[in-house]
């Protein structure tokens, strides 16, 4: 089953969401901090991760995924 994670992004920490592909919540949206502790609690296989581009903040974020073999997606709603 594929699964969606959501990530708002921020400066230090993001707010985050998994669903499945249909919808179903696995993980309601809590507060994680930008630190390998945390992001390794995603690697799951058939994830996409969606997230807004901020600024500067989400470049790590992104690289980290991505360095990990991860399927990123980085939108920025006014483009």
């Known amino acids: 089953?594929?699964?969606?994670l959501g990530v708002d992004v921020a400066k230090c920490k993001?707010?985050?969401?998994?669903?499945?592909?249909?919808?179903?919540?696995l993980i309601e949206p809590k507060e994680i901090k930008h630190n390998l502790k945390d992001?390794?609690?995603f690697k799951l296989e058939d994830l996409t991760i969606f997230m807004e581009s901020t600024g500067i903040y989400h470049?790590?974020?992104?690289?980290y995924f991505k360095e990990n073999g991860l399927n990123v997606s980085c939108?920025?709603?006014y483009k």
Do not use: Q, W
């Open 59 to 63: 470049l790590p974020v992104e690289r």
């Open 14 to 25: 993001s707010m985050i969401t998994l669903s499945t592909e249909y919808g179903e919540v």
């Open 39 to 41: 992001f390794d609690d």
């Open 75 to 77: 939108k920025n709603r």
């Open 1 to 4: 089953m594929k699964s969606v």
